[in-house]
């Protein structure tokens, strides 16, 4: 689950719950950040904001060799490379992925472009190395929390993420 405070804030809290026998157990939390201006249920390209639901996690990548991930990993050192000027901030921010499947077709590499709700809905959206502050609309989280999340989750458990404000998601 990711959380944001408000609507408008880029910052989050991104907890991990794992069910252990019948019961939900807490196993992690992280501070993190969500969209330059928020969160929206109404997401569009280039509205620097996150989408609110849930989605599942079935994919994941980056500029560095899998680090022993059970998700499908691809890794590809041009793949994964900013579409804007790396700065210093910003230059590890795909290390590893892991793609949130908002407007995507699951099972399909990250970077895939193919968009079912239309391109205007915007996509590309993952879960990837924090720089500070908020993102285009992708959850940046430490690279502590990405180690962990990519040594812990696994398809045969149909991983999902959560993820919006905490009224909305009625909090």
Request: charged fraction near 25%; charge should be negative.
């Amino acid at each position: 689950m990711v959380y944001g405070d408000h609507r408008d804030s880029p910052d989050s809290t991104l907890v991990l719950y794992q069910k252990r026998g019948t019961l939900w157990q807490q196993s992690g939390s992280w501070p993190s950040h969500n969209g330059r201006r928020g969160w929206t249920t109404n997401h569009q390209e280039g509205d620097e904001r996150s989408p609110v639901g849930v989605f599942t996690l079935s994919d994941s990548g980056g500029l560095l060799e899998d680090p022993g991930t059970r998700l499908p990993y691809t890794q590809d050192e041009e793949a994964f490379v900013s579409l804007y000027p790396w700065d210093e901030a910003h230059q590890h921010d795909f290390d590893y992925v892991i793609a949130i499947d908002y407007n995507r077709l699951p099972g399909t590499r990250p970077d895939d472009p193919t968009r079912p709700l239309g391109q205007s809905r915007g996509g590309g959206i993952w879960l990837h190395l924090d720089h500070g502050d908020g993102t285009l609309g992708c959850i940046s989280v430490p690279k502590s929390a990405m180690e962990y999340l990519l040594h812990t989750l696994d398809p045969k458990d149909k991983p999902v993420i959560v993820m919006g404000d905490r009224a909305t998601l009625q909090l």
